[in-house]
């Protein structure tokens, strides 16, 4: 699986913001899709996952609320949309695929960067005050 991300970009604080990761290859409909994020001088954290047919969700205490993750399995794609946005959202965003993995969206594994099989690039969000 290859991941693309885009989306990302210098907003104010309060403002919106959706990112987007476009995958390549079959798998993408048999994976469990997520975001992490890392800020400078900071190890890469979770944001939020999304279960393959996309039914399940999960997120970070500090995302839950104004964070929604979405996929649309048809175009390959999965979607975070950010409102609110902080400051500390101030980072770059990577998303991510499990597609070897045998735990559930929800569990505590699914927060850790070395359960996931596939990363993107990468795509900054910079929030300013």
């Known amino acids: 699986v290859q991941l693309q991300a885009s989306g990302g970009g210098l907003v104010q604080v309060g403002n919106s913001l959706k990112l987007s990761c476009m995958a390549s290859?079959?798998?993408?409909?048999?994976?469990?899709m997520g975001w992490f994020r890392q800020a400078p001088g900071k190890e890469r954290e979770f944001v939020a996952a999304?279960?393959?047919?996309?039914?399940?969700?999960q997120y970070a205490d500090s995302v839950r609320g104004r964070f929604t993750i979405s996929r649309d399995n048809a175009k390959n794609t999965v979607y975070l949309e950010m409102n609110s946005l902080k400051p500390e959202d101030t980072a770059v965003y990577y998303c991510?695929?499990?597609?070897?993995?045998?735990?559930?969206?929800?569990?505590?594994?699914?927060?850790?960067?070395?359960?996931?099989?596939?990363w993107g690039q990468g795509t900054l969000v910079t929030v300013s005050s």
């Open positions: 991510g695929a499990a597609y070897y993995q045998r735990w559930n969206i929800g569990s505590a594994r699914a927060m850790e960067v070395l359960e996931w099989d596939y």
């Open positions: 290859g079959s798998a993408f409909g048999n994976s469990r």
């Open positions: 999304i279960s393959r047919l996309g039914s399940i969700t």
